[in-house]
Structures are given as structure tokens and as C-alpha cells.
């Protein structure tokens, strides 16, 4: 049985033992700068799939946490509707072409299958065969020449050029997932599998510590894992602009060390009309938290005795409820 959670506000994104509404990730070609409209729901079912790399092999999680319902329902591998999108979210996103299976990585010898933009609009949308031209593997630096949803990178076959900067073209290679969309697997050490795009999309994402911010690539934040236990790594979209108590729609817009909360728990009179606002992630065992709004108190992120192995000591600053 998965931790207990509260729903999310925005797009149905399931954070497994959160307390405390959050939003979904801005992300755009791989690039800081990006934007996405936000359609947002209340009280949301979401069926998760986790995947766990372990170095030698991996193991497989699946599991379904339900909350409340409403209008709104989200399965892993169905983000055609914005307000279901998981690991990447577009909007009003057009159904794309599918040449070739990333999962099986069946094309002819010297291509591997590559996620890319069909439609132009900066959203992974289809599949093509590219011709391998490098050999980077996870976690090395790579470029992409023809830019972040291309397709064509410097990443061996399997993996991906993700995070790419949009003005230098370079980012970080990926694994991608292996296994099937419904039983994804991931071999590299601490990273989990991240799904999105009907499956067009799928990377071994790495774990990390929230309160350290210890992520090793390029432009990253450790946010909450969308689809299962612990925290992630993660594009950074905040452009180092976006510090507690300032407006926000996207889980990963606020500057590292912040999350995009509900009003609701975040009541900074500077958010007041907006869908959310950053606040501060918190050490439980030391306790900081900011003097504005008023109120505040570091509460533990997980609920009691379900916080995952490491991680018993984050919490997030809000006003009690």
C-alpha cells in the first residue's frame, strides 16, 4: 500500500504522502525560459507507476492511490488532456506519430528511437529513428544541435539529451526506461521512471535531497516525485526569480528549496489572485521559516511514520490547517 496523500490542485499530480497541494512542472524544450498554460482541478484520482534503478537491476512498484474524485482522472501513459498530464505537461496537445518504440529501441542498427516535436508547438509529441552520434551515457554532458525536442543528440542509443539549454543547445544525457509502459525498469543507481506523453517519453530520473539540493546536472532542482516516494531532480524553471512568497503555477518555477504551494497553506499577500505561491522547504530538525505570511510552522512534508528512508526530516513551511 502507497503512502497516503492529499490531492493536488493543479493537473491531478500525485505526490505519494504529501500533505499539502503542489503543481505540476513547467517544462518547454528543455529550457528554463518555458511556459505552458495551466488548467487546474481540485481533488483528483491518479494511478502511479514507480520504478526504483538499483545499480544491478531494478524493481517495479504499481500501485494506484485514490483520494477524492471529481471530473478529472489521470493514469500514467494518458496525458493527452492537460488537466491528466504527469511527467511533462503541454497543452491541447495534438496526437503525434509513433515510427518507432523507444521501450524496444527497435530500429536499424546504427539509429535509436528518439522522442521528438513533430508539431513545432515545443512539446515531445512522436517518435523517430535518428542515427546514434555519440556515445554519452547517464549523467554525461551532450548536446543537441537541432535543439532540446529534436531528437538528434550526443547520448548513446537508450538514452536522451534532456534539460537542454536553449541557448547553448548542451544539457544532460538520460537513460531511458526500459521494460513496457506498464512495468517501466530503470538500471541506473537511485534514479526512478518518469513517464509522460503516452509513453513517448520516459527517463530514469535521479533522486536526491530536498534539503541539501544535491543535484548534479545541468539546471536542476529536487522537487517532490511525481510518481512515487522521495524527492527528484528536475528541471530548474525559475530563473532564479521566483524566492519564497512570490506567485507561481508550476511545481519546479520556484528557486531551489521551494515549492509551489496552495493559497491556501502559502497566504503571502504578494500571491493573493494567483494559483499558487513558493514557499520554503524546512529541516524538522532545525526549523526555520519565514517570518511572512504570518503564521507559519514547519510541518512535516510525509505524514506520521510514512516519510521514506532519509527523508524523515523534511518538511515545508505553511500555516496549519
Keep these: 500500500m502507497k503512502h497516503n496523500s492529499m490531492p493536488l490542485l493543479a493537473f491531478a499530480l500525485l505526490l505519494a504522502a504529501c500533505q499539502y497541494d503542489v503543481y505540476d512542472y513547467m ?3 528543455g529550457t528554463s525560459d518555458a511556459t505552458s498554460d495551466v488548467v487546474g482541478t481540485p481533488n483528483a484520482t491518479s494511478a502511479t507507476t ?5 545499480g544491478s537491476g531494478a524493481t517495479t512498484t504499481a500501485s494506484t492511490d485514490t483520494t477524492a474524485t471529481n ?3 489521470t493514469t500514467q501513459g494518458d ?3 492537460v488537466t491528466g498530464c504527469e ?6 496537445m495534438p496526437g503525434g506519430t509513433i515510427e518507432c518504440d523507444p521501450w524496444s529501441q527497435d530500429c536499424p542498427e546504427g539509429q535509436k528511437c528518439a522522442a521528438w516535436d513533430q508539431s513545432g508547438d515545443g512539446a515531445w509529441d512522436s517518435t523517430k529513428c535518428v542515427p546514434v552520434t555519440g556515445d554519452g551515457q547517464h549523467g554525461d ?7 532540446g525536442t529534436s531528437g538528434e543528440d550526443t547520448c548513446a542509443k537508450g538514452h536522451m539529451c534532456f534539460n537542454v539549454d536553449g541557448k547553448t ?3 544532460t544525457c538520460f537513460a531511458l526506461c526500459m521494460g513496457t509502459l506498464r512495468a517501466p525498469v530503470c538500471a541506473p543507481e537511485g534514479t526512478r521512471c518518469q513517464v509522460g506523453r503516452d509513453g513517448v517519453l520516459s527517463l530514469c530520473i535521479s533522486g536526491c535531497n530536498p534539503l541539501i539540493q544535491d543535484c548534479q546536472g545541468n539546471n536542476e532542482l529536487c522537487i517532490p516525485d511525481p510518481q512515487g516516494d522521495g524527492f527528484v531532480c528536475v528541471l530548474d524553471a525559475s530563473g532564479d526569480m521566483h524566492p519564497a512568497g512570490t506567485p507561481c503555477e508550476f511545481v519546479n518555477q520556484c528557486n531551489a528549496g521551494n515549492i509551489c504551494l496552495n493559497l491556501d497553506f502559502y497566504p503571502h499577500p504578494d500571491c493573493q489572485g494567483y494559483l499558487g505561491c513558493c514557499g520554503p522547504l524546512c529541516d524538522l530538525s532545525a526549523p526555520q521559516c519565514p517570518a511572512e505570511p504570518s ?4 510541518e512535516p512534508w510525509y505524514q506520521e511514520g510514512m516519510a521514506p528512508s532519509g527523508y524523515e526530516d523534511v518538511g515545508i513551511c505553511i500555516v496549519p490547517q
Design 295 to 298: 503564521g507559519l510552522s514547519c
Design 169 to 171: 543547445d548542451e544539457g
Design 79 to 81: 496525458t493527452r488532456d
Design 71 to 73: 471530473d478529472t482522472t
Design 141 to 147: 554532458p551532450c548536446a543537441a544541435p537541432n535543439g
Design 27 to 29: 517544462t518547454t524544450a
Design 87 to 92: 511527467f511533462v505537461c503541454e497543452t491541447d
Design 50 to 54: 514507480t520504478t526504483t534503478g538499483d
